[in-house]
C-alpha cells in the first residue's frame, strides 16, 4: 500500500495573530508574514525555478491561507476542512479585551474543549471535522500540501497521534511552520525531518 505524505504549512503573520486577536476568514498577510512568505519562497526555488507542491495543494478558504499559497508559488484547492475555528461574536475582538468584558466565558472556553460561548465553533468541532478530513486522506496514497491555520494544525496532530483533545494547548504550531504526518493503513505517523535549504518537496 502506497503511504500517503501530508505536509501541513501554517499560513504566515496576520494582524490579528501579532495582536493577539481571535481571527477571521477575512484576515489576510500583514506586511511582516508576506515578507516571511516571500523568503521562504525564495529560499525554495529549485534548479527549475519553482517549487514543488506534491500531487497536490490545497488550502483553507481564509486569505491569510490562499495569500500564503500564492506567494509560495503554489495554486491550491479550496478545502473548507482546512477553514479555522469560527469564533463567533469574538471574531476580530482581543483576548484581553474577552478576559475583562466576559471572563467566565473565557475561562469555560481555554478549559472545556467543547465548549463554544462565543456562539461559533468548539475546539471539539473543529478537531471533528478536521480528523473526519484527515481520515479519508490516510490511505489515497498521494502527496498534499496543505496551507491552513495554527489551531487546524494543532488538533490534526492531536486526532493523529489520537492523544487526548485537551493536548492541543501543548501544541505550538509558529506562523510558516511545517509538519509532516505520513499516513498508511490505519494509522498516522508525526515525521521529523532534518533541516532542510528549501521548502522541503
Given at each position: 500500500m502506497t503511504a500517503t505524505s501530508l505536509r501541513l504549512v501554517a499560513h504566515g503573520h496576520t494582524v490579528a495573530l501579532r495582536r493577539a486577536r481571535f481571527g477571521g476568514p477575512d484576515d489576510g498577510l500583514d506586511e511582516g508574514g508576506l515578507r516571511a512568505v516571500r523568503a521562504l519562497a525564495d529560499a525554495g526555488q529549485d534548479r527549475r525555478g519553482h517549487l514543488s507542491a506534491g500531487d497536490a495543494c490545497l488550502s483553507s478558504p481564509a486569505a491569510a491561507a490562499t495569500q500564503t499559497a500564492d506567494?509560495?508559488?503554489?495554486?491550491?484547492?479550496?478545502?473548507?476542512?482546512?477553514?479555522?475555528?469560527?469564533?463567533?461574536?469574538?471574531?476580530?475582538?482581543?483576548?484581553?479585551?474577552?478576559?475583562?468584558?466576559?471572563?467566565?466565558?473565557?475561562?469555560?472556553?481555554?478549559?472545556?474543549?467543547d465548549s463554544a460561548p462565543h456562539g461559533g465553533e468548539s475546539v471539539a468541532a473543529v478537531r471533528d471535522r478536521v480528523g473526519h478530513w484527515l481520515d479519508g486522506q490516510r490511505s489515497i496514497g498521494r502527496r498534499i500540501t496543505a496551507i491552513t491555520h495554527p489551531l487546524v494544525i494543532r488538533v490534526a496532530v492531536v486526532h493523529a497521534l489520537d492523544l487526548p483533545l485537551a493536548t492541543y494547548r501543548q501544541v505550538d504550531v509558529e506562523p510558516l511552520a511545517i509538519v509532516r504526518l505520513t499516513g498508511r493503513g490505519a494509522r498516522w505517523q508525526l515525521r521529523l525531518g532534518a533541516p532542510r535549504a528549501h521548502f522541503p518537496a
Open positions: 506567494a509560495l508559488g503554489l495554486h491550491p484547492t479550496i478545502e473548507p476542512a482546512l477553514a479555522d475555528c469560527d469564533y463567533g461574536d469574538w471574531t476580530g475582538r482581543a483576548f484581553e479585551e474577552i478576559a475583562v468584558e466576559q471572563p467566565q466565558a473565557l475561562h469555560e472556553w481555554l478549559a472545556a474543549p
